[in-house]
């Protein structure tokens, strides 16, 4: 069974980063999407940035030139780097592995952004 841990997460002040690492194990690692996810309180969890197993990025409009999703294939991590952090990037981060019609999901790490 693929695990996933995401440690990393924690509090930042706005304006400033923080990169979240998400660690897999049991998997064939090279050949999987990741992506990030988020939920924020009372909200439902959506797509933050996504990297294929080719490297292709993409990112949801609001974390645009902000987040940066990569991947280690030879360490089977994958990151998000988080610069330029707003109150509303507070939520769970979650990373998932995706490869056809299957996906396993990290426990998710809290991610708050406040002064």
């Known amino acids: 069974q693929v695990q996933l841990v995401e440690p990393g997460g924690g509090l930042v002040q706005p304006g400033g980063p923080l990169r979240l690492s998400c660690a897999a194990s049991?998997?064939?690692?090279?050949?999987?999407?990741m992506d990030w996810y988020r939920q924020a309180p009372g909200k439902q969890r959506e797509l933050v940035a996504t990297?294929?197993?080719?490297?292709?990025?993409n990112y949801a409009d609001s974390v645009k030139g902000r987040l940066t999703i990569s991947r280690d294939n030879a360490k089977k991590m994958v990151y998000l780097q988080m610069n330029s952090l707003k109150p509303e990037d507070t939520g769970v981060y979650y990373c998932?592995?995706?490869?056809?019609?299957?996906?396993?999901w990290g426990q998710g790490t809290q991610v708050t952004v406040s002064s």
């Open positions: 990297i294929s197993s080719g490297g292709s990025t």
């Open positions: 998932r592995a995706a490869w056809g019609d299957y996906n396993s």
């Open positions: 049991r998997i064939i690692f090279s050949i999987y999407a």
